[in-house]
């Protein structure tokens, strides 16, 4: 089992620019989570799919944020424009849509100047 | 969901048991206890939960309260590669329901 995989595992990018981040979840799984961790406000939960469904997006900070899931094999996050307040790690998670373990990704680190 | 109250920081010494206390005394009677830990620079890890008896796996055993208003996650001999941050989360049972990430609590493992 691969895990979860999220690419590009290092994103540096100029303010302004649009920034996909991507995760491929277990297989298997049908539910998905996009988290962001700062060293100021901790590890946040922005959005999570059941599904491919997106059930819960009151933790994306503003419309800049976007996420999407096509099929249950893929699911991207996307910042457009992106600010240096964006700089964090994101982190995507699956787990079984009743199952209580999620499963992490080893993160994107997101550097926006 | 219920709030859960951990220390900041602990230390312990490789091959002692680590023994990590969690407070959540408005926790309700559907909602179970979670534990995650991150070592630095990795995505968390589920290490177990529990709803009222306690729980053992290979990682760690997990101990409530019979009033379930707090719990311990014990490490029985921690090693240098339990240094991490450690997670104490009161979720409820229902799909829907969301992991909420607190602060932790740093767990120093010292030779």
């Known amino acids: 089992d691969a895990g979860v995989i999220q690419s590009p595992r290092h994103e540096v990018t100029e303010m302004g620019q649009e920034v996909t981040l991507r995760c491929k979840p277990i297989?298997?799984?049908?539910?998905l989570f996009w988290y962001r961790q700062t060293m100021m406000r901790g590890l946040e939960l922005l959005i999570y799919f059941n599904n491919n469904v997106p059930i819960d997006d009151s933790g994306m900070p503003e419309d800049r944020f976007s996420a999407k899931m096509p099929n249950a094999s893929f699911s991207t996050l996307k910042i457009q424009p992106s600010e240096p307040r964006d700089s964090a790690v994101y982190f995507c998670?699956?787990?079984?849509?009743?199952?209580?373990?999620?499963?992490f990704g080893p993160g994107t680190r997101l550097t926006v100047t | 969901d219920a709030k859960t109250t951990q220390p900041t920081s602990m230390d312990c010494a490789e091959g002692r048991a680590a023994n990590l206390p969690c407070n959540h005394s408005t926790i309700s009677g559907n909602e179970y206890v979670y534990w995650y830990r991150q070592i630095h620079s990795q995505g968390p890890q589920y290490i177990i939960h529990?709803?009222?008896n306690n729980e053992t796996n290979e990682m760690a055993s997990l101990i409530i309260t019979e009033d379930r208003k707090s719990s311990t996650l014990i490490l029985p001999h921690a090693t240098l590669r339990d240094t991490a941050v450690y997670y104490c989360i009161v979720r409820g049972s229902y799909n829907t329901d969301k992991l909420i990430f607190g602060t932790g609590t740093r767990l120093q493992v010292f030779p």
């Open positions: 297989s298997g799984h049908n539910s």
């Open positions: 529990g709803l009222k």
């Open positions: 998670a699956s787990s079984f849509a009743t199952g209580v373990k999620q499963y």
